[in-house]
T-cell receptor, first 111, second 116 residues
Framework: DQQVKQNSPSLSVQEGRISILNCDYT??????FLWYKKYPAEGPTFLIS?????DKNEDGRFTVFLNKSAKHLSLHIVPSQPGDSAVYFC??????????FGTGTSLTVIP | DTGVSQDPRHKITKRGQNVTFRCDPI?????LYWYRQTLGQGPEFLTY????????KSRLLSDRFSAERPKGSFSTLEIQRTEQGDSAMYLC??????????????FGPGTRLLVL
C-alpha cells in the first residue's frame, strides 16, 4: 500500500531551466513532508521540508509547495544545475516516527 | 564526526546464512532508524529506536529480522536464515532530539546485501 507516490520515474531538464518534481499522498493524517536527494552509492541527503501549516517553503534554489486539499506537493528547482542530477525522494509522516517514502524521480539536468 | 556510518558496505551471503549489519549514528543523535530499499523503490521503514528503546517496528518486518541498540549508541540489524528476497540496500538514519515526526533524518551510505 503505497501511501506516497511519485508517478514520474524520470525527468530531463535543460541547465538553467526549472525542474518540477511531483509527489502525491493518500493519507490525510500526514502533516510533515520532506524531500531527499540521493546520488549513486550514497544514502539520501535531506534537501527541504514543509509542515502542513504552510503551503510554501523556500531555501535558495529549492522551493516546496504543498496543496493539502489535493494531497499533492511539488519541489521546484530554479535554476537547475548539472549537479542537481540525482534521484529525488519525497517522504511524509503523521507525527509519529514512521516516515513513508515515494519511489523516487530520477532528475537529469542537461548541460 | 563525519556522519552516519554503516558496516559493511557490501555483503554477499548464501541463502540460509545469518548476517549482521552495524550502524554508528551521529554522536549526539538519540533517534535511530533502519530502512530497506529495493531496486526502483523508496526506503521502506523497518524499525525505530529512541536511545536504547525500540519503540516502533514495521508490521511487515519478518521474525527473522532483529535489531538492537544496547547502549543507545550504535545499532545492529541481524537477519537470520536469509532468503533471496532479503537482497536489498539496508539504510540506517539518525536524528537529533526533537518533536516526533518533524525531525530531519541523516542517512548513512547503506549496506548492500546480496543473497545467493
Amino acid at each position: 500500500d503505497q501511501q506516497v507516490k511519485q508517478n514520474s520515474p524520470s525527468l530531463s531538464v535543460q541547465e538553467g531551466r526549472i525542474s518540477i518534481l511531483n509527489c502525491d499522498y493518500t493519507n490525510s493524517m500526514f502533516d510533515y513532508f520532506l524531500w531527499y536527494k540521493k546520488y549513486p552509492a550514497e544514502g539520501p541527503t535531506f534537501l527541504i521540508s514543509i509542515s502542513s501549516i504552510k503551503d510554501k517553503n523556500e531555501d535558495g534554489r529549492f522551493t516546496v509547495f504543498l496543496n493539502k486539499s489535493a494531497k499533492h506537493l511539488s519541489l521546484h528547482i530554479v535554476p537547475s544545475q548539472p549537479g542537481d542530477s540525482a534521484v529525488y525522494f519525497c517522504a511524509a509522516s503523521s507525527g509519529g516516527n514512521q516516515f513513508y517514502f515515494g519511489t523516487g524521480t530520477s532528475l537529469t539536468v542537461i548541460p | 564526526d563525519t556522519g552516519v556510518s554503516q558496516d559493511p558496505r557490501h555483503k554477499i551471503t548464501k541463502r540460509g546464512q545469518n548476517v549482521t549489519f552495524r550502524c554508528d549514528p551521529i554522536s549526539e543523535h538519540n533517534r535511530l532508524y533502519w530502512y530497506r530499499q529495493t531496486l526502483g523503490q523508496g526506503p521502506e521503514f523497518l524499525t525505530y529506536f529512541q536511545n536504547e528503546a525500540q519503540l516502533e517496528k514495521s508490521r511487515l518486518l519478518s521474525d527473522r529480522f532483529s535489531a538492537e541498540r544496547p547502549k543507545g549508541s550504535f545499532s545492529t540489524l541481524e537477519i537470520q536464515r536469509t532468503e533471496q528476497g532479503d537482497s536489498a540496500m539496508y539504510l540506517c538514519a539518525s536524528s537529533p532530539p526533537g518533536l516526533a515526526g518533524s525531525e530531519t533524518q541523516y542517512f548513512g551510505p547503506g549496506t548492500r546485501l546480496l543473497v545467493l
